[in-house]
């Protein structure tokens, strides 16, 4: 076991060299440039004096040598300091601006998971247990819909509704946890919800599905048979067996709630690293983009990692060497 962690955490590396470099050839590659936007600002009567204040704005941003050169530097730097850069716009460490958002983005990704699946396992169990039923068909089509509406819309449709109908907005001041506990939670409950919304779905159907194959098997009509109750049926001998492809399933959905925090967060107005990624790729800050990447990455794959380890545990016979 120990070894195949160290083994994973290895090929971590280069999957950050690929998808940081991958970025930052992106973002370069976008039209505009951050030197454009500060040039802009600027008011310069000739051309020469543009020209001479866009060279020596390039060469202060570090922009002056190709692509692959920027990379090497910020790499060696990463590396050999842990130093993440500054931002190209606000000269301030990315490093720093990143750790004063990045709780607030963990809290709203921690939230949305844990509400997907309080909702999810409970009605997919309950699903598969009453097969047919008037639940069974309410369950399957609130799965459906929770799959087929956008995040995004229904965020937005969330925050201007109830503002023209009622002239309630949700509250746009961050409330930090420790000052105020209950009107933190108030705050991050519709938007989790709302992130949490696509997991619910999916892993509602897939529940169902694995609870169905699995209770269709022999040893669970021999359980029948002995008379065991419903609750030990379900909970000790289907579920756990039901459980390995929810779970790759739901390690697949970490992505999905990471990239849904950029847009929720510019929505409901939270300060997390998911709208400090978006003002940074409409400003061209190319340093602050490519660190919240590298961040966004490595959340990415240990939960990945975590999502594999937990295949042991589910199933004895599963063994890591």
């Known amino acids: 076991m120990i070894g195949y962690i160290i083994r994973r955490l290895l090929l971590i590396i280069p999957t950050l060299l ?8 992106a973002i370069r590659l976008v039209p505009g440039d951050i030197i454009d936007m500060k040039v802009a600002l600027l008011d310069y009567s000739t051309t020469e004096g543009i020209e001479a204040e866009r060279a020596r704005i390039e060469a202060s941003l570090g922009l002056d040598v190709p692509i692959h050169i920027y990379y090497v ?27 004063r958002r990045l709780p607030i983005t963990l809290e709203l990704g921690i939230l949305a998971f844990v509400i997907g699946l309080l ?18 068909y309410i369950a399957r089509t609130v799965a459906i819909l929770c799959m087929s509406l956008p995040t995004f819309w229904v965020g937005t449709m969330v925050v201007v509704f109830p503002s023209i109908w009622w002239h309630w907005s949700p509250p746009i001041v961050n409330i930090p946890f420790f000052s105020d506990p209950i009107g933190n939670l108030k705050m991050y409950f519709l938007p989790a919800a709302i992130l949490g ?20 098997q022999d040893y669970i009509r021999t359980a029948w048979s002995k008379g065991l109750k419903e609750r030990v049926v379900v909970y000790r001998h289907a579920l756990k067996n039901a459980m390995i492809p929810v779970v790759t399933i739901i390690g697949l959905q970490i992505p999905i709630i990471v990239g849904g ?4 967060e510019q929505i409901f107005c939270l300060p997390g690293m998911g709208r400090l990624l978006l003002n940074a790729a409409f400003q061209r ?17 240990l939960a990945v990692l975590i999502t594999d380890l937990s295949y042991a545990y589910l199933d004895p016979r599963i063994r890591y060497k």
Do not use: K
């Not at 925090?261 to 929720?264: A, K, Y």
């Open 261 to 264: 925090s950029v847009i929720i």
């Open 285 to 301: 800050d190319y340093t602050m983009v490519v660190g919240i990447t590298f961040v966004f990455c490595i959340i990415v794959l």
């Open 119 to 136: 909702i999810s396992f409970p009605v997919g169990i309950y699903s598969a247990v009453r097969q047919d039923t008037i639940g069974d």
């Open 18 to 25: 690929i998808v940081t470099f991958i970025t930052t050839l």
């Open 197 to 216: 919304m696509v997991m619910n779905g999916v892993n509602m159907r897939m529940t169902r599905t694995m609870m169905l194959e699995v209770l269709r």
């Open 73 to 99: 530097r910020w790499m060696r730097d990463l590396i050999l300091h842990g130093d993440l850069g500054d931002s190209l716009w606000q000269r301030t460490p990315v490093t720093q601006d990143i750790l």
